[in-house]
């Protein structure tokens, strides 16, 4: 495969997706398997790749704390806890520094109700249910959605 032909596909990867350098060198490393299956050259690939991930880097096609900004603010607003944010972050090929640093100052109070409120769990209930089962149901989905169990009480009594 041709560096062109390889930038070109980059280019239009990261015009409908965001990306992190990991993700887009798992694609790249994908397509080059799949155009060339019976002369991959696994080092030749990957210089290919590191190459044209620092030019896309050094152009701002690709920046890795953008993409961890704006994946945090759109779980956050979903309702997901600091420590899924984390975990979806270190997914995705985001650093650890750079996950720790953007979930830092996040509010899990907030991110609990928001996240009661989506599911209608506790005082968000429709049918008015309020047993003491129900309640530690709750509870439990809140904790492995990642929610301590301070916050899941806040959540869904106050």
């Known amino acids: 495969m041709k560096v062109t032909s390889l930038e070109n596909k980059a280019l239009f990867y990261l015009q409908r ?39 896309l880097e050094s152009q701002g096609f690709l920046n890795d704390a953008r993409f961890a900004e704006a994946r945090t603010s759109s779980l956050v607003r979903r309702g997901t806890s600091k420590r899924m944010i984390t975990q979806k972050l270190r997914l995705k090929g985001v650093s650890a520094e750079l996950a720790a640093s953007n979930v830092a100052a996040l509010d899990d109070d907030a991110a609990a109700v928001a996240f009661a409120q989506r599911r209608r769990l506790g005082r968000f209930r429709t049918s008015g249910e309020t047993s003491k089962e129900r309640m530690q149901k709750d509870i439990a989905a809140m904790a492995r959605a990642g929610f301590s169990y301070q916050a899941s009480k806040r959540a869904l009594h106050e």
């Open 17 to 55: 997706f965001s990306a992190t350098k990991q993700g887009l060198r798992q694609v790249l490393t994908r397509k080059i398997k799949r155009e060339d299956a019976e002369a991959f050259d696994a080092v030749a690939a990957r210089d290919m790749i590191d190459t044209l991930i620092l030019k």
